[in-house]
């Protein structure tokens, strides 16, 4: 297996593209080292991508956010002002592993793991952020809901890759949040996740919302009828019962070793209603 | 190349070795350059027993190649302690009973400090999250948590 | 005869540090997979990817030509086990089938890991799949496809398939006629599934092996002289001539008592001449090693209306693994023992499926049958409206009283620990919504066995202590306190090593709750032996008769005032042995009967999420009875410990099998062990109630901690839900499932 740590995007999608055989991004190495010393993959190549700036930063602008693909999880949470804008982002990052894996992991390498209960993403797909993905004819932008195309897939091309993520403008009172359920209180793969990105107007009326859902099919799925129980709502016990009902409905889990389908059904949307909750007493709060 | 020279810095030291791409930096510490007080329990970062910080960051060594390394710095269990000086945390961990077979025990100390210089004064529910990446089998983490506990109180005492 | 003499204590109950901790914490102590040999290869197993499948042939001849592989061996390279030990050796290398998902079929020895890794890819094994079974009710009905034709034993009772192979039967009085005289009869089922003993260090050894039979093995064990017989036994090797070192051990909890990858190793090293080390992944661990049963149980318990249990009757299917074991034995005896009942009967049934062979887990077989047992009481409580302490006093076991299994109780602390529950400000606490608070009572034996210690004094005064029981949780500070306890002497002065199997005679391993009473009664023993020496050695020189040499504060005096003698210290005896006769030492060598039982009481408050059956434990208080407290922290670490095992298998910890018979969870990730996060302090209360079986009075502790959790935690959610729940674990989904269904 060749290793390269390139210094720009460029040359790491040149490497991609030239390598005949298995080639892999190493981001944080979270997933990819545990497959690596499982045997479930044998690279003939490793582009590690820690040393290209552009996916190493923050960036702070007036038209939001851009998080490089480099960074670890540790450092979103570090940041105080994207806490304080995306605090549903960031913990849904935050949940992910121990410690010591927040050290290392990245939404990137998250993201294109592709697993259906991986929990940044439910945030991530309803805070409307896309990927900035690079290839070898240039840049495009991805909706993050686009990149996963079932378990273990994404819609990447094989000398493509992720360099950082644009988040929009953040307005005034928005907030998300993200909620999962686990067995125990740290330690597990989400039974069910929830993401809700949500804005109230000055009468405390939701403008906006997104209602991602997550682990309760083969990637995760917007809800927009749990967003339509919000958009016009005063957020009160009624929507976020709606937006309970909307979210179980539309699951479709399977029964595996986390949990049976009957209960992943129910539970996301007891979930969803919670992370709504949050998210609305954050927004609330986001004058 | 399958494998690839490395310069680095392990407690302070430089320290090049040249290992395979695919080696992690557990195998490395433990296999080549003999540093056994590193354990492995998993192989998966499930168990937190291979905790060592790179560039003052807590990672699992296992999830780690050898190879990212380069131009890093490595602390791992043997730098802990001042020659024969233990530090606080150890000489709290051995005053409180904090281990039992001690296999966990590497792991819970790196994890440890790392918390107590981020957060002098942490309260139990974060040092329970913050260490929650560790398992431990024995103790039932009791003993674990006030040794951390009483170590940041100690220290902060000292520091005043 | 009681061993027992009340006295003042001055180094027992101290909070002394361990002798072993400054190794253990700055990374210098040495565990199984820390050494190196020169020349060494490195070991790794082939493993069976079905449940259940006749070995049609195995080709290593890819494997054999890879550069770099030394050895590749299999069942083949085995000779025919010794007598008793067939199973032993099958479960190391399977023979003709493999009788489970990870069982072993092949391994090599090779220069590098990785090349061991790529030769097993190029082993080619044919299999010929056969019917599985891994569920213990579905082993047990007639039609089941059968793990081991003829293993049934002759008591087995009709009507069962043949995976039931053992049946055992415990009690005394007239149950029906309890039943008959009862108020409320409970009568229930209850599930648990199988844990694993989860230490977090892997199996790990070094092994040599000579064509002549000479070898050495360095090894994590509980117990190097079982490791050395039944690899021994399994490879036809003379016991003298293997000579086992017992490494540092990262965690056993049982599971480290017998060979899993020793043998293999030894026999990988015989065939390339070289070192051979092998150390497990955790997925190997979890899918080859340990675990616990997994069991089906029916419970039948008459109460009248003053809490008194009138009969009790228990049938414990015991799910063993795909081997024959007895582990239904050790529920069936311990289910009801903290009770004086007129009527109990019980019943242990053993049954063999598509699984790994069980090992011991921490007073292997209680707990189960104790969850039941205990959850039965929770139950009659509540449905005649009594108090679950109240009832537990009424019926508790005392000195005398003839116990569930048999055998008359001599002194012992339950009652001390029941009336200690009340004393707690957790009994007495306020619970808030959704909260519950569960009591159980638990039981062990406790055991005793062949113990070898050997005790030296040195010219200096100093002590040593050499023994060969491996130290899992601070045993060798326990011996040397009890040493120094003996002479008189500071723990200092003290130095206790655990030795290899050249250097001592036999000892049963670190289990049965047995090295610090047992351990350290040999060392008592072996102390009094040297202090007899030394006093002939005085009287001699003093021209006093012995019994004029008396001890007395770490001092030979001399009884005889007219003599003028000044009392002598160890550090002027240790002086001049020379000149007294020579080296002063002994050596103590029994079975060390009079292992009191230990008695637990446990309080646990659990808070169920309504909406989704999320249980967190909120606070917890495990009491005991540890008779006399060497070292209170490590009485206090075993009962917090061995609390939050049980809370594990009560809550999370589940042994996942597929349709296809394979094991679903085989990493910590899925294998969810508690983590620091999910648990409170857990706070401990000890009760003193005397061993008399022990000079010191001490009883062991280690094993009845894990006791009563599964009923505590059981009884606190059941209470917090008002839905009895019968199925361990109490996974959330099993929880939801259960407030919706009541």
């Known amino acids: 297996m060749q290793y390269l740590a390139p210094k720009t995007c460029a040359e790491a999608v040149a490497a991609l593209a030239a390598c005949d055989g298995d080639a892999r991004l190493l981001a944080g190495g979270t997933d990819l080292l545990v497959r690596l010393q499982a045997d479930m993959i044998e690279p003939d190549l490793l582009v590690d991508i820690k040393h290209i700036d552009t996916c190493q930063s923050i960036e702070e602008g007036p038209d939001g956010f851009v998080i490089g693909a480099a960074v670890a999880s540790a450092e979103l949470g570090e940041h105080a002002s994207l806490t304080q804008a995306w605090p549903g982002v960031v ?92 067995p125990r209180t740290e330690m597990d793969i989400a039974v069910v996740g929830v993401g809700v990105n949500l804005s109230l107007d000055e009468n405390g009326t939701c403008t906006d919302a997104r209602v991602a859902i997550g682990a309760v099919g083969p990637t995760v799925m917007l809800v927009p009828a749990a967003a339509q129980a919000l958009i016009g709502s005063q957020v009160d016990a009624a929507a976020l019962q709606a937006v309970q009902t909307a979210c179980s409905d539309a699951a479709s889990p399977i029964s595996d070793k986390r949990g049976t389908a009957e209960f992943r059904k129910h539970t996301v949307g007891v979930i969803a209603r919670r992370a709504a909750a949050i998210a609305h007493q954050r927004a609330q709060a986001a004058e | 190349m399958s494998s690839t020279h490395v310069s680095t810095k392990i407690n302070g030291q430089a320290v090049e070795y040249v290992c395979p791409n695919d080696a992690s930096l557990l195998e490395v510490l433990r296999d080549q350059l ?103 089998r024995c103790t039932g983490y009791d003993k674990i948590v006030r040794a951390i506990l009483e170590s940041a109180k100690e220290l902060r005492e000292e520091a005043a | 005869m009681s061993e027992y003499q009340a006295r003042e204590f001055k180094v027992l109950g101290q909070r002394l540090k361990r002798p072993d901790g400054f190794d253990k914490v700055t990374g210098r102590a040495r565990y199984g997979a820390d050494v190196e040999a020169a020349g060494m290869l490195h070991g790794r197993i082939l493993r069976s990817p079905h449940a259940h499948a006749r070995i049609v042939s195995i080709d290593t001849s ?39 998902d990870g069982h072993a079929v092949a391994a090599v020895a090779a220069t590098s890991k990785r090349i061991a890794k790529q030769a097993l890819k190029l082993i080619k094994v044919e299999y010929e799949v056969l019917p599985h079974v891994t569920g213990v009710e579905q082993a047990i009905a007639p039609g089941a496809p059968i793990v081991q034709p003829g293993k049934v034993s002759k008591r087995v009772p009709e009507g069962f398939s043949d995976n039931v192979v053992r049946y055992t039967s415990f009690g005394h009085g007239d149950v029906e006629a309890g039943f008959a005289k009862a108020d409320a009869v409970i009568e229930r089922e209850y599930r648990t599934e199988a844990s694993h003993q989860g230490y977090i260090e892997p199996h790990a050894c070094l092994a040599t092996l000579d064509e002549d039979g000479r070898g050495d093995l360095w090894v994590c064990t509980q117990g190097h002289y079982f490791i050395r017989d039944m690899s021994c036994a399994v490879l036809g090797l003379e016991s003298a001539n293997l000579r086992v070192t017992a490494s540092e051990i990262g965690g056993g909890f049982g599971g480290k008592t017998t060979v899993f990858v020793e043998p293999v190793a030894l026999a990988l090293a015989k065939k390339s001449g070289h070192a051979v080390k092998l150390v497990m992944t955790r997925e190997e661990v979890l899918r080859a090693t340990g675990p616990t049963v997994s069991t089906y149980m029916q419970v039948k ?33 311990p289910a009801f023992a903290p009770y004086e009942l007129e009527n109990v009967h019980t019943e242990g049934l053993d049954v063999i499926t598509n699984r790994p062979r069980t090992a011991s887990y921490r007073a292997p077989g209680a707990p189960t049958a104790c969850y039941a047992a205990e959850s039965a009481i929770d ?66 034996f406790n055991f005793g066995g062949e113990t070898s210690v050997s005790v030296f004094l040195n010219t200096d005064g100093s002590v040593t202590v050499t023994e060969a029981n491996p130290d899992i949780g601070g045993s060798r500070a326990s011996i040397s306190m009890m040493v120094a306890e003996e002479f008189g002497i500071n723990y200092e002065q003290v130095r206790t090593t655990v030795t290899d199997t050249g250097s001592m005679g036999q000892n049963e391993p670190t289990h049965g709750s047995r090295v610090t009473f047992a351990v350290g009664m040999a060392a008592i023993k072996a102390s009094r032996e040297i202090k007899a020496d030394i006093q002939q050695r005085l009287a001699k020189m003093w021209d006093v008769s012995a019994d004029q040499v008396i001890w007395q504060d770490g001092k030979a005096h001399c009884t005889d005032n007219s003599k003028g003698i000044e009392p002598m210290s160890l550090p002027e005896i240790g002086a001049i042995a020379n000149n007294t006769g020579g080296p002063i030492g002994a050596h103590h060598g029994a079975n060390m009967e009079g292992a009191g039982v230990a008695f637990g009481v446990h309080i646990c408050d659990t808070e169920v999420d309504p909406e989704t059956g999320f249980v967190s434990v909120k606070r917890y208080t495990a009491i005991q009875d540890a008779g006399k407290m060497i070292q209170p922290d490590y009485v206090e670490g075993q009962l917090q410990g061995g609390a939050v095992q049980g809370i594990g298998w009560a809550l999370n910890e589940e042994y996942v099998y597929g349709d296809d018979g394979r094991l679903q969870n085989p990493g910590f990730l899925d294998y969810r062990i508690p983590v620091a996060s999910d648990m409170p302090m857990i706070d401990t209360v000890i009760v003193e109630v005397p061993n008399p079986g022990h000079p010191f009075g001490v009883r062991g502790v280690g094993e009845t901690p894990i006791v009563p959790p599964l009923a505590a935690v059981g009884n606190a959610v059941s209470r917090a839900t008002n839905v009895r729940l019968r199925h361990l674990p109490m996974s959330p989904p099993r929880v939801l499932a259960a407030i919706q269904s009541a």
């Open chain 1, 91 to 182: 913990e849904g990052m935050g949940l992910v592993g121990s410690t010591q894996v927040q050290g290392r992991a990245t939404l990137t390498g998250n993201l294109c793991n592709a697993s259906p209960a991986a929990d940044s993403v439910p945030a991530l797909v309803a805070s409307g952020a896309v990927a900035n993905v690079i290839g070898p004819h240039g840049k495009r932008q991805v909706d993050i809901i686009d990149i996963p195309t079932g378990p273990g897939r994404t819609s990447l091309a094989k000398d493509e890759m992720i360099e950082s993520f644009s988040f929009p403008a953040r307005g005034p009172r928005s907030a998300d949040a993200y909620l999962r359920f686990i």
């Open chain 3, 379 to 444: 139950e009659a409580c509540l449905e005649l409206g009594l108090d679950p302490l109240e009832v537990r006093l009424k019926n508790a076991a005392k000195e005398g009283t003839k116990s569930s299994y048999g055998p008359t109780y001599q002194d012992h602390g339950l009652i001390q620990c029941l009336e200690a529950v009340k004393d707690t400000e957790h009994w007495n606490a306020p619970l808030a919504a959704n909260q519950g608070r569960g009591l159980a009572a638990g039981f062990w």
């Open chain 3, 301 to 333: 318990l008459g109460l009248n209306k003053d809490g008194i249990i009138t009969a009790a009757y228990a049938r414990l299917f015991y799910q063993a693994g795909a081997y024959k074991q007895g582990t239904a034995d050790f529920g069936a005896m």
């Open chain 2, 34 to 136: 003999g540093m056994t007080g590193t354990k492995e329990g998993c192989g998966s970062g499930d168990c937190g027993a291979c905790s060592v910080t790179v560039d003052g960051r807590l990672v699992c060594s296992c999830l780690v190649l050898g190879v990212e390394a380069q131009g890093r710095a490595v602390e791992t269990i043997e730098g802990m302690a001042n020659k024969n000086q233990l530090h606080k945390l150890q000489e709290k961990f051995l005053e409180k009973a904090a281990l039992q077979c001690g296999i966990c025990t590497p792991g819970v100390l790196i994890a440890a400090r790392s918390l107590l210089e981020k957060n002098p004064d942490p309260t139990e529910q974060e040092v329970r999250y913050w260490i929650a990446g560790n398992l431990c």
């Open chain 3, 62 to 100: 890819a494997a054999e030509a890879l550069n770099g592989v030394k050895a590749v061996i299999t069942r083949a390279d085995f000779p025919q086990a010794a007598k008793g030990y067939e199973d032993i050796q099958d479960n190391c290398m399977a023979g003709e089938r493999a009788l489970y």
